[in-house]
């Protein structure tokens, strides 16, 4: 759905709202497999949102750093996100940008904390890091 470039700017925005650390981040997670899925169907009508937006990440990280946003060190890039999230873009952006990020971070933890037969949470993973047990309290039947 997504051209690889815009796949590879996704992957580095992934990884930068769930990095990896002792526990898969997101991508790692399958979080990339989740929105694939998810473009499919109940996400449809964002895939062109997702374009729009992830040209826009890239055209706002050259214009600030004349360098491309996935090249950019995890702290340039935290810092760039922190901005887009408060709507402080010098790059016209074709959507609202704080509206963008808060979207990508909402699908990304719900790709990340989902049922795995959705596509993400990999190995269950998430689950696994904050100790879920599927059919343990609090938990659904496995």
């Known amino acids: 759905m997504l051209p690889p470039a ?3 700017t996704l992957h580095s925005l992934m990884d930068r709202i769930i990095p990896p ?7 790692e997670a399958g979080v990339g497999d989740y929105l694939a899925r998810q473009f499919n169907g109940d996400l449809r009508e964002f895939v062109a949102v997702y374009r729009a937006g992830l040209e826009a990440l ?9 360098t491309s946003f996935t090249a950019l060190p ?4 935290d810092a760039l996100l922190r901005q887009i999230e408060a709507g402080a873009v010098v790059h016209a952006w074709p959507l609202d940008p704080a509206q ?4 990508v971070v909402q699908h990304v ?12 949470n990999r190995d269950r993973a998430a689950w696994q890091m904050i100790g879920f047990v599927p059919g343990g309290p609090g938990g659904s039947p496995a």
Do not use: H, I
């Open 6 to 8: 815009q796949l590879n």
């Open 21 to 27: 650390d002792e526990d898969p981040g997101a991508w």
């Open 58 to 66: 890239e055209a706002e990280a050259l214009a600030r750093t004349q």
């Open 74 to 77: 995890a702290d340039a890039q």
């Open 100 to 103: 963008f990020f808060q979207d």
């Open 109 to 120: 933890s719900e790709g990340f904390y989902a049922d795995p037969g959705n596509g993400g």
